[in-house]
């Protein structure tokens, strides 16, 4: 097995793997790519299931960092620099491709009439991973804007004010999006498995 | 607090996006309001849908393999590529008009600016050949004067006296 890049060039800060980068050093862009493909793999397996398009916009993702790297504002952190990448990656992606194009989340039409039924917790003899099929499954069909931030908030527990910061929108906007998100998760659940509809 | 503003923040209270001095109130009314526990109760129960995922690893030597590709110049597979081959025609076509179209309008506009500053006189006085004017009304003069000396009838004035035959009739 080959050495892994990390166990040559350990304890090196982002900002030092960048600069590195910029003057030509490849193993120095190897091991940045290493130090954060897991997480962004992580991130992307949420937008597709499918394995091979989920290493193709990580890939594509770290080489559009490459050739971008010379903006990269140094006080920032790397990670968060390539997950906005990542996250523009998959979404233009799929507006290419016309899935789920990107809506405009103020437009009540998006939302509709919630429904008045609440949602049960999943079965407690689910397995995860049932629910979790379930619940992407449920997410693929969701407009790009509310798909995003459920999976940037549930998933990756990110905090409001990343989330903004990493989208460039208001906390103010998270917060509603995140709201009606949630709305129009449950009426896509309760369309699909009715049985999880709350009886009152 | 009232049931309204608890609802606008039971999403951050789940969230733990709330501050303490936020956080407080909300809480308790929603020990106190049945309506808004249940709210929240519901959220919870949306929330329990997203179970965590197991972590994603990388294939082996993905890293090594991006690393080699970008510095070999390589943009991405999901770059966007302009069409080839037949497809993408109508575009193309409409790309090839544009072109002709501004091509045309900016020979136009040099033929249009040539003109203005070749043919256009540049003073306020109207400038003609004068010289070949000059020249002919010299020559219309000298005709005159030969024809003059012609004539017997016309004085020296140049005014014209009718002949004996003329003047008896």
């Known amino acids: 097995m080959a050495l892994r890049l990390m166990e040559s060039l350990p304890e090196i800060e982002d900002q030092e793997l960048v600069t590195r980068t910029l ?34 916009i990580v890939q594509d ?63 407690a003899q689910m397995q995860e991973r049932e629910i979790a099929e379930i619940t992407h499954e449920v997410l693929a069909e969701l407009p790009e804007i509310f798909r995003t931030v459920l999976i940037l908030r ?11 910061d990493l989208l460039g929108i208001s906390i103010g906007t998270v917060e509603s999006r995140i709201f009606r998100a949630r709305a129009k998760f449950k009426e896509q659940i ?6 999880y509809g709350q009886v009152d | 607090m009232k049931c309204e503003a608890v609802r606008s923040l039971v999403a951050g209270y789940l969230d733990d996006e709330l501050s303490e001095s936020q956080a407080s109130p909300v809480r308790q009314h929603l020990l106190d309001c049945g309506e808004c526990r249940k709210l929240m109760q519901a959220q919870t129960a949306e929330k329990s849908w997203f179970v965590p995922t197991e972590p994603m690893t990388a294939p082996e030597g993905f890293a090594a393999r991006v690393s080699r590709r970008a510095f070999a110049g390589d943009k991405g597979l999901l770059t966007p590529v302009a069409p080839q081959g037949t497809g993408g025609g109508e575009p193309r076509i409409l790309q090839f008009a544009i072109q002709m179209t501004a091509v045309a309008a900016a020979v136009l506009l040099i033929l249009a600016l040539g003109m203005k500053f070749s043919a256009h006189p540049e003073g306020a006085e109207l400038r003609a050949d004068s010289s070949d004017l000059r020249e002919a009304l010299e020559t219309m003069d000298r005709l005159n004067r030969e024809e003059r000396l012609e004539l017997p009838g016309e004085n020296s004035a140049g005014e014209f006296q009718p002949t004996a035959t003329e003047a008896g009739k």
């Not at chain 1, 549930?154 to 409001?160: L, S």
């Not at chain 1, 309760?190 to 049985?195: A, F, K, M, T």
Request: hydrophobic fraction near 35%; avoid cysteine; aromatic fraction near 12%.
């Open chain 1, 23 to 56: 003057n030509g050093d490849r193993e120095a862009f190897g091991v940045l790519v290493e130090r954060h493909q897991d997480r962004i793999f992580g991130l992307v397996r949420h937008y597709t299931r499918n394995p091979v398009e989920v290493e193709d």
């Open chain 1, 61 to 123: 993702t770290f080489l559009k960092a490459f050739t971008r790297l010379s903006s990269f504002q140094r006080q920032g952190s790397f990670y968060t620099w390539v997950y906005r990448i990542a996250v523009n990656t998959a979404l233009d992606l799929f507006k290419r491709q016309g899935r789920n194009p990107v809506q405009t989340v103020e437009d009540p039409e998006v939302i509709g009439t919630p429904p008045s039924r609440g949602l049960m917790r999943p079965d």
């Open chain 1, 154 to 164: 549930e998933f990756e527990q990110q905090a409001y004010q990343d989330i903004a």
């Open chain 1, 190 to 195: 309760l369309q699909r498995y009715p049985e």
